[in-house]
């Protein structure tokens, strides 16, 4: 896993591979069970809609109104969201000065990281309004906002991504319509399923990190430390993106158990 977390799906925790059709062994890193998903915490707020209160608007061409998502608005969403220290961003490549016919521009390339997710990176664009030295620092500031407004509105709604499109979706249609009464979630995150098929989903996580070599003890351990709740009280909306990512690893421990050539 990226980000500093040095976990090889390739090999057992005691840094051996399995051999072709033999059981792993007991793995002894616990931290191999952290999965490569977002948590079920980090899940639950993308799932949110954005509160249209933080939705500013600008005149673009033809006159139109473009609704659209401040720079710092994005950041204090996703610290909400994915916590302090919990995610960031860099440049890829340098901040570019395009000359044009109509004037300058700068784009920018930005790649945000955040831990259990692929990473996203998008371009972004900003013009030079003035020709002065604090013109270009703002166009070229502007570029690399923008791109890392792009690369975050990948997470969804969240972000604004409900503001892209002709007609633009979800967000912006938030914002002029009633909003219907939203009913607490029951606790157990379980809706629309019953306790019954979050029994079956423990099960079979259980049963996927046995595959992998891991006790049921270490499990509930690394489901404590990952979720910070007890692995009895997590419903199938948190348990499904843990079972995906357990799934996935255990496919690529058997496709390095088998070698290229399988």
Known sequence: MKNGTSTHPSTNGNGTRPTNGAAPTTPTNISELHWDALSPNVNEALRQPLDPALVSERKGRGGRKFSYIEGHTAIDQANQVFGYGGWGYELVGPVVLHQIKSGA??????????????SRTDVGFQPVNDESVEGHETAYKGAVTDALKRALRSFGDRF???????????????????????HAAPSNGTEPRSEDDARTFRTQLIELSAQQGFSEEQVRNAVQNKTGRDL???????????????????????????????
């Open 105 to 118: 521009a700068y784009s920018a390339t930005v790649r945000v990281t955040v831990p259990g997710a692929p």
């Open 160 to 182: 604004g991504n409900g503001l892209y499109g002709d007609p633009p979706t979800a967000t912006a249609q938030r914002r002029t319509q009633p909003q219907p009464k939203r």
């Open 232 to 262: 009895d009280d997590l419903g199938v909306a948190e348990l499904t993106p843990l079972i995906a990512s357990a799934a996935d690893k255990l496919q690529q421990r058997q496709r390095n158990g088998n070698g290229s050539g399988g």
